[in-house]
């Protein structure tokens, strides 16, 4: 297993569920140097023949959330993994996080693990429209009890709730909101922009 000596430098994509993080993370993640991890691959792809996968287990089975240590414990393993395969190299590439800090308890769990250089903050004023991206998404992905009004509604709620307040953890002097309504190049472009006048 690999020791970490130093946080992984990272960049953050928080945004309401429709506000097209995941696209953005995933794209960002196929430029060279960035490596996107996205909290429900780790999930995804988890052993569950292992003692963590057996815990895991537990509360999915329950339908209950899986506690914030052990979510974090479980992305920390991948992570890991990840570097002992010679997919991420932390010495040289820069994580791209999608779901996960989730809330506050995860986002101060995961600080000494990771150097989040930006924040970006995925903003759009229109809970109708994603309303509407949810629910094209999910009958498109066949999921469709995802596609219910207010199973949308109480996620939107939920995100509010316990995500959102991670932006005021970050503070302001890290994140950079920008207009999720947008088409999801011209974001890209603004989050590209950004980085690269962070950069040395």
């Known amino acids: 297993m690999t020791a ?13 569920p429709g506000s097209g993080k995941g696209t ?32 895991f287990l537990e509360y999915s089975s329950r339908g209950e959330l ?17 570097v002992d395969a010679g997919l991420f190299k932390p010495d040289i590439d820069h994580l791209v996080l ?21 924040v970006f903050h995925l903003f759009c004023a229109d809970q109708e429209e994603l309303v509407s991206r949810i629910r094209k998404r999910a009958l498109k992905e066949n999921r469709y009890d995802d596609a219910s009004d207010e199973v949308i509604r109480r996620r939107l709620l939920t995100y509010e709730e316990e995500t959102r307040p991670v932006l005021d953890f ?29 950069s040395p």
Request: aromatic share 6%; with cysteine.
């Open 24 to 55: 953005q993370g995933r794209t960002l993640g196929t430029i060279p140097r960035f490596y996107h991890c996205a909290c429900g691959d780790v999930f995804r792809s988890l052993e569950l023949r292992t003692s963590l996968g057996q815990k």
């Open 170 to 198: 970050y503070g302001l002097d890290r994140m950079v909101t920008l207009d999720a309504l947008k088409p999801p190049v011209a974001v890209l472009g603004r989050v590209i922009e950004h980085i690269l006048a962070r």
């Open 98 to 118: 999608d779901g996960i800090p989730r809330n506050l308890e995860q986002a101060r769990l995961m600080e000494e693990m990771v150097d989040v250089r930006l």
């Open 66 to 82: 899986v506690p914030d240590d052990l979510t974090v414990q479980l992305w920390k393993l991948r992570i890991e993994a990840n």
């Open 4 to 16: 970490q000596t130093e946080r992984y430098t990272a960049y953050l994509i928080i945004g309401a």
